[in-house]
Structures are given as C-alpha cells and as structure tokens.
C-alpha cells in the first residue's frame, strides 16, 4: 500500500506546473535566449517525471507511466538544465554541437527502454524502479546523461555562486546560485538511492530540489541592487 510519502510527487507536478511558465514567459520576452527555453524545458520535463510517480501511486502500475517515467526522469530530468547552462557557459555553436550529441544519447536510451522487455515479477503495485526492465543495459545511458547534467548544472551554478561571492551588487546572484546548486544536487541523490532500491528517496529529493532551485531562479532574476523580497517582487522583470 502507498505511504504518504508516495504522494509526494503530486505536490512537486503541481509546483513545477506553476513553475515552467514563469520560464518560458521570461524566454518569450527574452527571445533570443535559449537557455531559458532550455531550462523552462527541463522544469516541465520534470513535472512530468513526477506526475507518472504520482499517477502511480494513485492508480497503481502502468507500463506505459513506467517508461515514461524512466524517459523523463532518468534521461531527461537533469539534461535540458544543464543544457540550459551550457547556453550561457559557451558559444552557441558550441553549446548546439553538444547538445546534439547528449542528445543522441537519450534517443538512444529512450528507444531502449521502451523496447526493453517487462519482468513481471520485479513490478510493484504502487511503485516504480528501473529493475523491472529485463534488458538492464538500458539502464547505462543515464549515468552518462546525468555526469553531463552534474558538470554543467551543478558545477555551472556553483561557479557562478564562486564569481558573484566578492561583489555586493551582486550578492543576491550568489544566494541564487547556491540554492540552484543543491537543488540541482539533491534529484541526483535520490537517482543514486532509487538504483538501490530506495524510490522514495528520490521522492523527497526531488521535491526539496525543484524548491531550492525555484528559490535560486527568483534570487538571480532580481534586478541589481534589490535586496529585499518585498523590493524584488515590485520590481523584477514579469
């Protein structure tokens, strides 16, 4: 039987729901600025991560939410992050080339999993885990994708929060980016735990994560100078 932290999922959909429009409203003002299509992109993706965890636990296992849930989650739950930040580390050529060939690597992750045959007797009712796909090779793209997802998104946010540390103008720009890194780290975490066997782990993880980063994108989206919420809120860019 489900335990409530099994519902968990249901409240991260609902925030990352609120949360990639936000994005992609900014994108659309922005244009062009494709890391923010980027990163509205892998919120959304992220939502749906959770909202197949919540389907299951409300409906029981499907094989359909299962592959989907190991798509978006798995292969595509750190990726258009991170990618979102190579837009601004690099040059956008650069930043295309690469990600062309992650990509590739998640369409061949995807293809797969979803060709991948079903043990029946690993499912579990109101529980999802990789360990149901007999083809257990499928399981080795993602640690490739999600290296990339670390380097890029963690280690991007983290280098940003090092560069913002010395200018006070600045200084909400560093609290952003340090909410964004641990939020950032903690899915990664509960990926580790959910290939142990711990899915709830990840359930936890995963709504703590997108919390932190929410937070972070709001600190750095302040416009410079603004120091309080209530100054910010008056004043940031729609």
Not at 99 to 116: D, E, K, M
Not at 144 to 154: D, G, K, R, S, T
Not at 155 to 171: C, E, K, N, Q, T
Request: aromatic share 14%.
């Amino acid at each position: 039987m489900p335990t409530p932290v099994h519902y968990i999922p249901i409240l991260t959909t609902v925030l990352a729901i609120c949360f990639a429009p936000i994005v992609f409203r900014r994108w659309q003002l922005r244009k062009p600025a494709p890391h923010l299509f980027w990163w509205s992109m892998g919120i959304a993706l992220y939502g749906v991560g959770t909202f197949t965890e919540g389907f299951t636990t409300l409906f029981g296992w499907n094989e359909v939410v299962f592959r989907s849930w190991y798509i978006s989650g798995a292969l595509l739950g750190g990726w258009p992050l991170a990618q979102g930040t190579v837009y601004l580390m690099f040059e956008r050529r650069t930043a295309t080339i690469m990600a062309s060939i992650v990509g590739t690597v998640v369409v061949a992750g995807a293809i797969a999993v979803l060709l991948s045959p079903i043990d029946a007797s690993l499912v579990e009712p109101h529980r999802l885990t990789g360990r149901v796909m007999e083809w257990q090779q499928a399981r080795l793209f993602s640690p490739f994708v999600n290296l990339y997802a670390a380097i890029f998104l963690i280690g991007g946010a983290a280098l940003s929060a090092w560069r913002y540390r010395v200018d006070p103008s600045l200084r909400h720009r560093f609290i952003g980016n340090c909410y964004i890194a641990v939020g950032a780290l903690l899915p990664g975490i509960g990926g580790t735990a959910t290939r142990m066997g711990y899915t709830e782990v990840l359930y936890v993880m995963e709504l703590i994560g997108i919390t932190l980063i929410w937070i972070g994108y709001t600190y750095n989206v302040r416009p410079q100078g603004v120091s309080s919420p209530g100054a910010a809120a008056r004043t940031a860019p729609a």
